[in-house]
């Protein structure tokens, strides 16, 4: 890669290859991101998807190949290390503190996030406090989320726990943010809200979103990746992505593909 080329490039993922026993679920991937890019990811079920995700997290380590992020091999960084470092995901799955409140679950991210988990109040700290209540309470207003700060996370509907999941996901000041399916299981007002939402995050956030709702991720992203069978089966801009017959064959089979269009 030439120099200048080099700077706009905050991953790159070189061969990268994901074994379970003797199954080949990710076979030699290679992608280069550049900061900023909104790269949706599609591809049938058991493509890899997640698996791959879980690989540039460090959720999982690769079989074979490297992976770089910011310049740096991060291949076997453990994946809280990655996550301060700015690489972040939600998760397809709830992993919220259910007994707490929205606002006390995004004080803890917030609390983490700028080292100070361990610090009891105490006078002398009283001004850092502040200043997390205050970040806080911007997040909340900013995706608007305030009214329910105060609500138990249990006690909340599904699609606004997987709201609350992406603005302690947005709260970590993440770089790279990575979305496994972020509006499954939701009503199609949730949807269009965390697809507006999405849009509006800040551009300098690389994002790679993993959604199965094609009208969400053609409206999100810049750049298509079609997974296939642990391979990438075609990387490009989402109209030619669409009207790939490929894709359309690999997601409907290849008699129907003759006659409609899935995508
Ligand atoms: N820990 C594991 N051990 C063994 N096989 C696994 C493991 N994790 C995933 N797999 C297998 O790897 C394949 C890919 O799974 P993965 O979840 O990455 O696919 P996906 O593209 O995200 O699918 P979906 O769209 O259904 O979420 C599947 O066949 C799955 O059963």
Redesign the pocket.
Known sequence: MRKEAEKDVILHVEGISKH??G?Q??KHVSLTVKKGERIGII????????????LLTGD?LPTGGKIYYKGKEITRMPNFRRAQAGIVRTF?KNNLLNELTVLDNLLLVLQRKRGMANIWFKPRNARRWLALFEEAEHLLQTWGLADIANERVKTLSYGEQRQVEILLGIAMEPDVLLL??PTAGMSQAETNYIAELLRQLPKDITMMV?E?DLDVVFGLAERMIV?YN?SIFIDGAPEEVRSDERVNEIYIGKEKAAGASYL
């Open positions: 379970f026993g199954l679920i990710i591809g049938p079920n058991g493509a890899g998807k997640t698996t791959f995700f879980n999982l397809q496994d399916e993993i199965h997974l642990g």
